[in-house]
């Protein structure tokens, strides 16, 4: 989960699996894969660093760099 605020400063848990888009309009808009529209304080920049760390704590995105890694290492070879 990754944590944002709403403009009345509200705290909002998210999965973050859930999220399809984050977009600058120039508000921070987060839309869900259920269509969901999520307007938060947090830049967006904010809101992916979260997104990542919480992909690296879960270990999503240390398999995905792996995986990578690999790819190249077959293509050089």
Request: hydrophobic share 40%; net charge negative; charged share 25%.
């Amino acid at each position: 989960m990754i944590s944002v605020s709403r403009f009345n400063r509200t705290t909002l848990y998210l999965n973050a699996t859930l999220i399809e888009m984050v977009e600058a309009t120039p508000d921070t808009m987060i839309t869900l894969i259920t269509g969901k529209k999520l307007l938060v304080r947090e830049s967006v920049e904010e809101v992916l660093t979260q997104i990542e760390g919480y992909y690296r704590r879960v270990g999503l995105l240390a398999v995905q760099i792996k995986q990578k890694a690999e790819a190249e290492d077959e293509d050089v070879s």
